[in-house]
Nanobody, 123 residues
Framework: QAQVVESGGGLVPAGGSLRLSCAGS????????MGWFRQAPGKDREFVAS????????YYTDSVKGRFIISRDNAKNAVYLQMNTLKLEDTALYYC????????????????WGQGTQVTVSS
């Protein structure tokens, strides 16, 4: 049973930066796509970014392109989300998720989900 655990959320002023981390276990981490999703209050969970097994294929939702960077360290079974120039609308519960071997940008592409880490951007 694969597990992922997020960390690194917090309160940050608009324009600031935050780095989220995700630790994976229970499966051969390095084989699979990893992703970040987020859910703001009153809204559906939405795709943020995903990365393939070796990091040479990455997808971002349009609203974070140029501001967020997803990366991974397979030796540490970890994936990261560097968030820069944060905006009020980035406030959400951020979820890390582990997928399969095919490209993933939809919730249905991913199998194992963490509990989420809260990111709150203040004005």
């Amino acid at each position: 049973q694969a597990q992922v655990v997020e960390s690194g959320g917090g309160l940050v002023p608009a324009g600031g930066s935050l780095r989220l981390s995700c630790a994976g276990s229970g499966r051969t981490f390095s084989r699979y796509w990893m992703g970040w999703f987020r859910q703001a209050p009153g809204k559906d969970r939405e795709f943020v970014a995903s990365i393939n097994w070796n990091g040479d294929t990455i997808y971002y939702t349009d609203s974070v392109k140029g501001r967020f960077i997803i990366s991974r360290d397979n030796a540490k079974n970890a994936v990261y989300l560097q968030m820069n120039t944060l905006k009020l609308e980035d406030t959400a519960l951020y979820y890390c998720t582990m997928g399969g071997v095919v490209p993933g940008t939809r919730e249905s592409d991913f199998r194992s989900w963490g509990q989420g880490t809260q990111v709150t951007v203040s004005s």
